[in-house]
């Protein structure tokens, strides 16, 4: 049957790209993309290549076929993570992101111009899908060269794919997302580069690089994160999972933070030793470690991996409400290094029940890509940002409605901390935060330390308002708003602050977050008793239980309130403290703009000012 692509009802520019196309293959299903990312259905390898004037073949990866799916690998180590300036604003609408013209010193209407031509001469695929949710995203399509097939099957999972029959007709894409990647070569000096171009009642982005993270998932994100900024709401940076304890008492946590703050973590179990107990922390200097023991922890009933919509028609009862923005999750495997550290996800991956799609992992035609078998991004060096998308239909204990969000949690990679070496690893397991200081962790949204996901950066890193700002196409301030918004009108959620890697001397992976889940979840909707609490030293952590005890074991002051540390001790705690003092007062200086919602500035201002915990308590009701 010939599939008309008339029938997407493309806008006027596109329409004449497919028009002038001879070859365009529209696509209606993911096996389709899966036999092309191949090479063909008989075929189980194939080179993803394009021959460019004065560059000559450049492959930019090598595609398998294996029993579990594709697994994809880039020649260019740089192109296995996201570059986190890859997004540009190519339109003259406000944004506070830097433009093409500013960056390229010509407008985007030329190179779009001509990527355009480059369309209309490449053999293409074509398909639509709906962005978000259904119902409340909107239409949009996907164009991209026909041998990069692996690109499209990885958008499909992620979002989805509309077979072409059920393509109604009042299909009115508000969305195209173009790929063209060898202008990466000729025009942007080899970097990832996705350019947004929003144009009345269309948002265009330009992909020129085949790496998903910027140029799928984020792309998505941006035109979600568009959509909410004209409509009033926002599409949360986030994981969310429901805990059910061992006494049936569920509790729903959403977990926000930059890439790497432990979003995929939370929906995991904890990750035990052989024989079974919990590494909660080994001290860096001294080499002792602490475990916990506990035979039963919390089921686990997932519900958003990285992007969820917090769009006002689900808001009720005085708590956030959110729904899973997408159909696939693009899960980090870095720490799963060898079989038996996860065997929930190397199960679920190794034997899934439709091709899942590998990136940055070994595996040879035909056999089985493994997540804990990491491509090496040197001799001896794995890359740290092996992924694998898996669809949200076949994870088990899947939450698919609307849900209510009883905590909200934010966390921030931490380095070590100690007398020798203050830093801002300053964090106990978990502190307690009224609703105006969460708030303000979401405007500054620092990136943190050693992060997995991204290229390199130094030091503390803001990714801005909600972690999402490196995906937002508009203004800071905006979206600032948005989110105020949103605590205002979720009363009865509760907020708290969680780090990840390090705990003044003690390395601890992902264990606070984990132990954080198994206490809280086990608390349910009990209040902490103002006795039971403790203010940080450094007011812009809240408070800190002074002890807790799970299943029966209590765990040491010093995981709480880390300048009780001996290798820590007060004068370093302090130096840390300033360094996030001074880091927030320079992040948020941007947002004391004119149009701040009046009551943001008072918050703001109390923390350049390095307020109390009480005086940011008394700025917004909340409870603990």
């Known amino acids: 049957m010939t599939r008309d692509w008339k029938r997407y009802h493309p806008p006027k520019d596109l329409a004449a790209v497919l028009k002038g196309n001879p070859e365009v293959q529209v696509i209606s299903t993911a096996q389709e993309l899966v036999d092309l990312a191949c090479g063909g259905p008989e075929s189980s390898k194939f080179e993803v290549a394009y021959h460019i004037s004065g560059y000559g073949k450049m492959v930019e990866a090598n595609v398998v076929r294996t029993r579990n799916g594709l697994a994809v690998n880039y020649l260019s180590s740089y192109m296995r993570r996201r570059d986190p300036d890859a997004m540009v604003i190519g339109d003259t609408l406000p944004t506070d992101h830097e433009t093409f013209e500013h960056i390229y010193g010509y407008p985007f209407s030329q190179l779009r111009e001509r990527a355009l031509a480059w369309l209309t001469e490449n053999p293409l695929i074509l398909y639509g899908y709906t962005t978000g949710k259904p119902g409340l995203g909107q239409d949009a399509l996907v164009v991209a060269p026909a041998n990069a097939g692996f690109f499209g099957f990885g958008l499909s999972l992620l979002q989805g794919i509309i077979p072409y029959e059920d393509i109604p007709a009042e299909f009115a894409p508000k969305s195209v997302i173009y790929v063209a990647p060898t202008f990466r070569y000729t025009d942007l ?8 171009n929003r144009t009345e009642g269309l948002h265009e982005v330009f992909a020129f690089n085949l790496y998903p993270g910027p140029s799928a998932k984020k792309a998505v994100y941006g035109i979600l994160l568009n959509q909410g900024e004209k409509e009033g709401w926002v599409t949360a940076h986030c994981s969310a999972v429901r805990v059910v304890t061992p006494y049936d008492n569920a509790v729903t946590i959403m977990h926000e933070g930059a890439s790497g703050a432990g979003k995929s973590e939370m929906l995991e179990h904890p990750h035990r030793e052989d024989d079974g107990r919990l590494l909660y ?6 080499g002792e470690q602490r475990l916990h023991e506990q035979p039963r922890t919390c089921s686990l009933q997932p519900v958003a991996d990285d992007m969820a919509m917090c769009h006002p028609a689900l808001q009720h009862n005085g708590k956030l409400t959110i729904t899973d923005a997408e159909e696939a999750w693009f899960v980090r495997t870095n720490h799963i290094t060898h079989y038996g550290t996860d065997l929930n996800l190397e199960r679920l991956t190794a034997n899934p029940p439709e091709p899942l799609l590998f990136l940055n992992i070994n595996a040879a035609p035909d056999g089985f890509a493994m997540i804990w078998d990491h491509t090496l991004d040197a001799p001896g060096k794995p890359c740290p940002n092996p992924r694998v998308v898996i669809p949200r239909r076949i994870i088990p204990n899947i939450v698919n409605d609307p849900i209510e969000i009883d905590i909200r949690s934010f966390g921030l990679r931490t380095p070590p901390c100690t007398a020798e070496n203050p830093t801002y690893g300053i964090l106990g397991f978990f502190h307690i935060l009224p609703p105006a200081l969460a708030w303000l ?12 996901s991204i290229l390199d950066t130094k030091g503390l890193a803001s990714e801005g308002v909600g972690s999402y700002w490196p995906f937002a ?6 979206q600032a708003n948005l989110l105020l918004e949103q605590f205002l009108h979720s009363p009865h ?6 780090p990840n890697q390090h705990v003044g001397a003690w390395k601890v ?13 086990r608390r349910g909707s009990a209040r902490f008793q103002p006795e039971s609490l403790r203010e940080s030293r450094c007011s ?16 040491s002051r010093w995981f709480f309130a880390v300048e009780t540390q001996p290798e820590v001790g007060i004068e370093a705690y302090d130096q840390g403290a300033e360094i996030l003092y001074r880091f927030f007062s320079k992040v948020l200086e941007d947002y004391l703009t004119e149009d701040l919602n009046p009551l943001g500035r008072q918050i703001i201002e109390c923390c350049i000012e390095q307020g109390s915990v009480s005086d940011y308590r008394a700025f917004i009701p909340g409870e603990v």
């Open 189 to 196: 000096q080899g970097k990832q580069v996705v350019v947004h």
């Open 281 to 286: 922390g080994e001290n860096i200097i001294t």
């Open 441 to 452: 962790w979401r405007l500054v949204a620092p990136r943190g330390y050693d992060n997995p």
């Open 473 to 478: 196409t508009g203004r800071r301030v905006p």
């Open 493 to 498: 959620t509760r907020y708290v602050l969680t």
């Open 509 to 521: 992976g992902f264990m606070p977050q984990w132990l954080m889940r198994e206490y809280l979840a």
């Open 540 to 555: 812009l952590l809240g408070e800190y239980p002074h002890q807790i005890t799970i299943e029966g074991r209590a765990f």
